[in-house]
């Protein structure tokens, strides 16, 4: 079956310092991957995808590359921001026409000043 | 244009009981989804809606769970009986003919005591 699995937070940094959170995946197919973000009370927002492999996404000075051959989609920022203290889910869809999202379960990420 | 729209925002009840959740997609987008996000988890597909047909069903627990979509617009999900482990967010999702981006409402918060 499909499966996404992230490391385990929380993941505590200051501000300005680099940020990774890995992500690897198991598919039966081509999935598209996605980062979704979900801040204290909110529902769940698109991040940045990729759909194939070797794409690169970004948004918001965050970046994740979709690499086949490691199965891995860990996202990544420069600097980080006090705002940017949220959950991140990794997903994966497969391109078969109804395209079902299957989470990771989260990693938090908590910045200080 | 205006997000997917969820009601009530949370909700208290005690086990046995009934409850029922709304959700309203964006507009023009034929496919709806329900989720159900428990706490330090990832969301799990309940439901997934094609128009006012079901397409994916398979991990709502039928004994007690059921969902509608009868115009193919908004959205009913209900929970009868509750039971203490139904406690969770559930989110509601929206996605356009032919995109596989969810969009995501900000989830109704239950609590079975």
């Given at each position: 079956?499909?499966?996404?699995?992230?490391?385990?937070?929380?993941?505590?940094l200051s501000e300005e310092a680099f940020l990774t959170i890995n992500c690897t995946y198991t598919a039966t197919g081509y999935p598209?991957?996605?980062?979704?973000?979900?801040?204290?009370?909110?529902?769940?927002?698109?991040?940045?995808?990729?759909?194939?492999?070797?794409?690169?996404?970004?948004?918001?000075?965050?970046?994740?590359?979709?690499?086949?051959?490691?199965?891995?989609?860990?996202?990544?920022?420069?600097?980080?921001?006090?705002?940017?203290?949220?959950?991140?889910?990794?997903?994966?869809?497969?391109?078969?026409?109804?395209?079902?999202?299957?989470?990771?379960?989260?990693?938090?990420?908590?910045?200080?000043? | 244009?205006?997000?997917?729209?969820?009601?009530?925002?949370?909700?208290?009840?005690?086990?046995?009981?009934?409850?029922?959740?709304?959700?309203?997609?964006?507009?023009?987008?034929?496919?709806?989804?329900?989720?159900?996000?428990?706490?330090?988890?990832?969301?799990k597909l309940l439901i997934q809606f094609q128009n006012n047909g079901v397409v994916d069903d398979s991990q709502l627990p039928k004994?007690?769970?059921?969902?509608?979509?009868?115009?193919?617009?908004?959205?009913?999900?209900?929970?009868?009986?509750?039971?203490?482990?139904?406690?969770?967010?559930?989110?509601?999702?929206?996605?356009?003919?032919?995109?596989?981006?969810?969009?995501?409402?900000?989830?109704?918060r239950l609590l079975v005591l």
């Amino acid at each position: 079956g499909n499966s996404v699995t992230q490391m385990e937070g929380p993941v505590t940094l200051s501000e300005e310092a680099f940020l990774t959170i890995n992500c690897t995946y198991t598919a039966t197919g081509y999935p598209s991957l996605f980062w979704y973000v979900q801040y204290p009370g909110e529902g769940l927002q698109l991040l940045l995808k990729a759909t194939k492999a070797d794409d690169k996404g970004s948004n918001k000075g965050f970046e994740a590359t979709y690499r086949k051959e490691t199965t891995s989609f860990h996202l990544e920022k420069g600097s980080v921001q006090v705002s940017d203290s949220a959950v991140y889910f990794c997903a994966l869809t497969l391109n078969s026409g109804y395209s079902t999202l299957t989470f990771g379960k989260g990693t938090m990420l908590l910045v200080s000043p | 244009e205006a997000g997917v729209a969820q009601s009530p925002r949370y909700k208290i009840i005690e086990k046995r009981q009934s409850v029922a959740f709304w959700c309203n997609p964006i507009s023009g987008h034929a496919t709806l989804y329900w989720y159900q996000q428990i706490l330090g988890q990832g969301p799990k597909l309940l439901i997934q809606f094609q128009n006012n047909g079901v397409v994916d069903d398979s991990q709502l627990p039928k004994d007690r769970f059921s969902a509608e979509r009868l115009k193919g617009v908004d959205s009913t999900l209900k929970i009868q009986p509750a039971k203490l482990e139904d406690s969770a967010v559930y989110l509601c999702a929206s996605s356009a003919p032919y995109q596989e981006t969810q969009y995501f409402g900000p989830g109704t918060r239950l609590l079975v005591l």
